[in-house]
């Protein structure tokens, strides 16, 4: 990811600051040395705060997604992501309450309903001759 050769042995990564090109990280290799100011380039362009953050999240991802599902189990990457999802829905349930407890209603009503006509058995003798 960086362009330090060290890069392919890095066990954790801290984004000690940023600048115009990208992210100036702190590398810990596998036998414990520490790296500073390891330069990793923004994949893209960056105009604003709002493109900076969505370019973080992404190269975030990335990084984590070269590390397999063993990794992210073992370091709370999906706790992680569980909590921004719940918090993301906490928004948006404080900001219209109503019309997500409509939803949640329809929704179940819905539910219950698929289940009772599923349990009905038809009767005998109705509509066959």
Do not use: W
């Amino acid at each position: 990811f960086g362009k330090h050769p060290e890069c392919a042995n890095t066990v954790s990564a801290i984004i000690e600051s940023l600048d115009t090109k990208g992210f100036l990280l702190e590398i810990t290799l596998k036998d414990g040395t520490i790296i500073s100011n390891v330069r990793v380039y923004y994949e893209g362009e960056i105009s604003s705060g709002n493109d900076l953050h969505n370019m973080a999240i992404n190269m975030h991802r990335k990084a984590y997604n070269k590390l397999g599902v063993v990794y992210k189990v073992q370091n709370g990457y999906y706790q992680q992501v569980a909590k921004m999802i719940g918090f993301v829905l906490y928004k948006k349930v404080k900001a219209r309450p109503y019309q997500f407890a409509a939803s949640i209603l329809v929704a179940s009503t819905a539910m219950l309903g698929s289940f009772v006509s599923s349990r009905r058995t038809p009767k005998e003798g109705l509509g066959s001759n």
